[in-house]
């Protein structure tokens, strides 16, 4: 088959120059690669990567990294990934720009000098205000609700980690040999309200088939967007991994889940993000994928970390989520 120079673009699958406006070949039917399908990104201090997985036809997740210099010329950097709920009207574009208003809030916040665990907490509600701005600037699907997302977000700056979130993205901590690794966040869904109410052990909570429906999120039919936030200063050597669902879905502990992050993450954090993706895949990829991962070294300062107690209301009728 002769294709004419600049005649559209061709079917990955066969060939065909018949996509139409939503990405499917029209003679095979097959979906072509989106930019968003997977994504990477590296900087000093900070990485990124996210895919689409084997299961969805679109990537949902959303995630950026930066970084930047405090005022008196110290470095910072941030990574925030958001997770879309797919109950919702475009769920993609609530990830991505939650991940955007966040990054782009931060930036501005640490370059001035501002306290990060305030800034975190601004950020995310910047970020809330956008995404429910999301639903008066297009159509809003039939059945599904307004867009919306999850979101996590760390700081890394002045031998501190500063991490926020609403939903179910996570943050976990996992030093150089591992012992002591820890889940830094509490999830805002009905497994982890069941655990905290002590109705359920967690295993028996994730089980059950209610598990991942989330009680806090971003969007306009949020019942209240409430911010949680925690700081701490590594004790030690190590990483900070912020995640979708997509991956630790596959390894609900910190421990099981870092059995499997490389032991040279810290020095070599792209290549960690990437095979964590990868084996996210292998098993399923059951889910959109998104993984940022912070090296950390101890601060001479540093002061033994203490888990930020939270204050998790009761879970009322009505106010969950499917994602």
Aim: one cysteine or more.
């Amino acid at each position: 088959m002769v294709i004419a120079p600049g005649s559209g673009p061709v079917c990955v699958g066969c060939g065909e120059q018949r996509i139409d406006a939503d990405g499917y070949c029209e003679a095979c039917g097959r979906a072509q690669p989106r930019p968003r399908d997977h994504q990477e990104r590296a900087l000093a201090g900070v990485t990124g990567v996210s895919d689409r997985g084997h299961r969805h036809h679109r990537n949902e997740d959303a995630f950026a990294v930066a970084a930047t210099s405090r005022p008196g010329g110290s470095p910072a950097v941030v990574a925030v990934v958001c997770d879309g709920v797919s109950s919702a009207t475009r769920p993609d574009e609530a990830s991505q720009a939650a991940a955007d208003t966040a990054s782009e809030y931060l930036l501005e916040s640490l370059e001035s000098g501002a306290d990060p665990k305030s800034a975190m907490h601004a950020a995310i509600m910047a970020a809330a205000q956008r995404v429910e701005d999301l639903a008066s600037e297009g159509p809003l699907e039939p059945s599904r609700n307004s867009p919306a997302c999850t979101i996590v977000g760390a700081i890394a700056a002045d031998g501190e980690v500063t991490v926020g979130w609403v939903g179910d993205s996570r943050a976990y901590w996992f030093p150089d040999e591992r012992a002591g690794s820890e889940r830094l966040t509490v999830d805002d869904s009905w497994a982890a309200r069941m655990v905290e109410a002590g109705l359920m052990e967690e295993a028996e909570a994730y089980a059950d088939a209610r598990a991942h429906a989330i009680t806090g999120w971003l969007g306009a039919d949020a019942v209240e967007v409430e911010p949680h936030t925690t700081v701490f200063a590594p004790p030690a050597a190590g990483v900070v991994l912020i995640c979708t669902d997509g991956l630790w879905n596959y390894w609900e502990s910190a421990a099981d889940l870092g059995a499997v992050v490389p032991a040279d993450a810290r020095t070599r954090p792209l290549e960690a993000a990437q095979e964590l993706v990868r084996f996210a895949c292998e098993r399923g990829g059951h889910d959109n994928i998104t993984v940022a991962v912070l090296p950390c070294l101890p601060s001479p300062l540093s002061a033994p970390y203490t888990p930020t107690e939270l204050s998790l209301p009761v879970m009322g009728a009505g106010e969950k989520r499917e994602i």
